[in-house]
């Protein structure tokens, strides 16, 4: 799409967080970029991811996720724990979709955030701490799923292909 929203993205204190959201248009419609990365801006529609990007802070990337074994006495220092990084990502202004949600999938932590950026949230979003879960769905009525309804994966997973119909 040629309409993006460009969000600051800021790690401190072991979270990533949005510091400041703003639109542009492009002369012509760009590709998102597919790379991978800990961290991901996902665009939904209920329960469907309609688009995703990931990407990684400066110097974050290498680190080792909390909760695991201790590192040795004369290992490299961490930088996650008082590292202050920045990046910008760039996310189709997708008019079909609406959550948008902010992943790191090393720790499985997800927040939501509003979406279309400019708008304000209706209600409290989830804290950055929250553990990982399939986004619930944008309507309060919604069915219940049945069996053969498809599953939101979880971050990091892809999703299964729908089977065929009998």
């Known amino acids: 799409m040629a309409e993006q929203w460009r969000f600051q993205l800021l790690f ?3 979270a990533a967080h949005v510091e ?9 419609p760009v ?7 800990r961290f991901a801006l996902e665009l939904w529609i209920g329960r469907e991811l309609i688009d995703r990007v990931r990407f ?3 110097l974050i990337a ?5 909760g ?4 040795p006495l004369h290992d490299n220092p961490s930088m996650a724990a008082n590292a202050l990084a920045r990046v910008v990502v760039s996310l189709p202004a997708s008019p079909r979709a609406t959550r948008l949600m902010l992943v790191d999938r090393a720790s499985n932590k997800v927040q939501e955030l509003p979406w279309p950026p400019d ?4 209600a409290p979003t989830p804290s950055a701490g929250s553990a990982l879960q399939t986004p ?10 049945s069996a053969s309804a498809p599953v939101a994966p979880k971050a990091g997973q892809i999703a299964p292909k729908p089977k065929p119909a009998k």
């Open 119 to 122: 708008q304000t949230p209706s």
């Open 136 to 145: 619930p769905s944008s309507s309060a009525t919604a069915p219940t799923p």
């Open 62 to 66: 290498a680190e080792e996720t909390p």
């Open 68 to 71: 695991v074994t201790r590192r």
């Open 31 to 37: 590709p998102t970029p597919r790379r991978m990365g």
């Open 56 to 58: 990684d802070f400066p």
């Open 12 to 14: 401190q204190n072991g």
């Open 20 to 28: 400041h959201v703003e639109q542009q248009t492009l002369a012509k």
